[in-house]
């Protein structure tokens, strides 16, 4: 992993994170990458951003938040694997707590 950087703001029981992390050398991925550290655990209800890799491809990613975890699920909008060698990946997700 390369630059990772991420904020987020609190209002009343919902969280609004953003992140960028940049992917130096990609190793072995398997279908996602997983962004940890969210400042609290997402309640247990589905809840889905957005971003979009902005350093290789340009393509749309989903973000899903995982249910009763601090962490989120990053894939490209058609569901492939969106790690690649200098990829950055952008993207921000709202989430109850």
């Known amino acids: 992993m390369g630059a990772v950087s991420g904020q987020y ?3 009343g ?7 960028d992390v ?6 072995t991925g398997a279908g996602a990458i997983v962004v940890s550290g969210l400042p609290y655990a997402c309640r247990a209800i589905f809840s889905i951003g957005t ?6 491809s ?4 989903t973000v899903v938040a995982n ?4 962490t989120a699920t990053c894939f490209f909008y058609d ?3 969106p790690g690649a060698n200098s990829a950055r990946l952008v993207g921000t997700l ?4």
Do not use: C, D, H
Not at 13 to 19: M, S
Not at 51 to 56: A, L
Not at 58 to 61: D, V
Not at 94 to 97: E, K, R, S
């Open 51 to 56: 971003g979009r890799e902005v350093g290789v």
């Open 9 to 11: 703001t609190k209002v």
């Open 58 to 61: 340009g393509k749309q990613l």
């Open 94 to 97: 709202t989430y109850p707590i």
């Open 22 to 27: 940049t992917i130096t050398t990609n190793g």
């Open 79 to 81: 569901g492939t694997y």
């Open 13 to 19: 029981r919902l969280v609004t994170a953003t992140f």
């Open 67 to 70: 249910p009763g975890a601090s």
